[in-house]
């Protein structure tokens, strides 16, 4: 029987962003007992995951029955030997190369990921350059424009290109890779610290824009956790950040990968728009 107009706008809402209007259902599904933290039957993409907190990631959500897409853009040997690792837990994924501050490799990076394990349903946004600190004067503005575009232009690539898919089954979830920096307002670290301030930015917006098809979309922000790119850091930087800690402890890269398949699973749906800071209490809402 064909519905009246009545009853089809009790059916839908529109919500009316400057310039359009996008028709969603109104009502939403209620989850009923517990949420699961399995992800048996998703598709994970994380970019820069072949070493340090991102290969964590790739651990924990392959851990959590994910299927795993682990990217990175330079040194193939370690990222082979990564997913070997990967692997040899009996995780399933796939090792793919791209550069995710460029449009068309994220799109073919995308596809790719599509074809060999499944349109992407969790997007976690880590990959990063190197992070010099200098003094402003010691900055140009090539270089914070290095920052803008993994920071900001690779989340914007990445999750135009797998939002259809998300839309579609209305569900899905976004978490960037964040830094306590921003909060901290750490010094000769400007273009790092601004271009971590705009990301968590646009983690908000995106955050409320995206949740009537029920995507979330929240931040991870670790404190100095020691991966292997600080191994030559002077030892004395590193005892006296540790004294900062309250929990008394170094954070372990297990600590993110847990929080990361946490927000990556449905016990996590009704948690979108935040940042997370995962520092043993080095900074506290």
């Known amino acids: 029987m064909k519905k009246s107009a009545t009853a089809e706008r009790r059916a839908s809402k529109e919500i009316k962003p400057r310039g359009k209007t996008v028709t969603v259902p109104a009502v939403a599904p209620q989850p009923s007992g517990?949420?699961?933290?399995?992800?048996?039957?998703?598709?994970?993409?994380?970019?820069?995951?072949?070493k340090g907190l991102g290969k964590a990631m790739a651990m924990a959500l392959g851990a959590a029955g994910a299927r795993v897409a682990i990217?990175?853009?330079?040194?193939?040997?370690?990222?082979?030997?990564?997913?070997?690792?990967?692997?040899?837990?009996?995780?399933?994924?796939?090792?793919?190369?791209?550069?995710?501050t460029d449009p068309?490799?994220?799109?073919?990076?995308?596809?790719?990921?599509?074809?060999?394990?499944?349109?992407?349903?969790?997007l976690i946004?880590?990959?990063?350059p190197d992070q010099p600190h200098e003094p402003i004067e010691d900055y140009d503005w090539a270089f914070y424009q290095t920052m803008l575009d993994f920071?900001?232009?690779?989340?914007f690539l990445l999750?135009?290109?797998?939002?259809?898919?998300?839309?579609?089954?209305?569900?899905?979830?976004?978490?960037?890779?964040?830094?306590?920096?921003?909060?901290?307002?750490?010094?000769n670290f400007s273009a790092y610290v601004a271009a971590k301030g705009a990301q968590a930015g646009w983690t908000r917006s995106m955050a409320r824009e995206l949740a009537p098809w029920h995507i979330t979309v929240n931040m991870v922000s670790p404190g100095w956790i020691p991966v292997e790119r600080h191994a030559n850091d002077p030892q004395s930087?590193?005892?006296?950040?540790?004294?900062?800690?309250?929990?008394?402890?170094?954070?372990?890269?297990?600590d993110v990968g847990g929080i990361v398949a946490f927000l990556a699973s449905d016990a996590a749906s009704f948690i979108t728009g935040q940042d997370v800071a995962v520092n043993g209490g080095v900074t506290v809402c």
Not at 77 to 99: I, V
Not at 106 to 114: E, I, Q, S, T
Not at 125 to 128: E, L, M, P, R, S
Request: aromatic share 8%.
């Open 34 to 50: 517990p949420q699961s933290m399995s992800l048996a039957g998703r598709t994970a993409l994380i970019t820069g995951s072949s």
């Open 71 to 100: 990217n990175y853009k330079n040194g193939r040997e370690k990222a082979e030997h990564t997913f070997a690792e990967f692997e040899s837990h009996g995780y399933r994924g796939g090792l793919f190369c791209a550069d995710v």
């Open 104 to 122: 068309a490799a994220v799109a073919r990076l995308v596809r790719d990921v599509g074809e060999q394990l499944g349109p992407v349903d969790i």
């Open 159 to 187: 999750t135009r290109a797998v939002l259809p898919h998300l839309k579609k089954q209305r569900w899905g979830r976004i978490v960037n890779l964040g830094s306590e920096v921003f909060r901290l307002g750490v010094p």
């Open 125 to 128: 946004v880590n990959a990063t």
């Open 151 to 155: 920071f900001v232009k690779s989340p």
């Open 237 to 254: 930087e590193k005892d006296a950040y540790k004294a900062t800690i309250p929990l008394q402890r170094w954070g372990v890269p297990a």
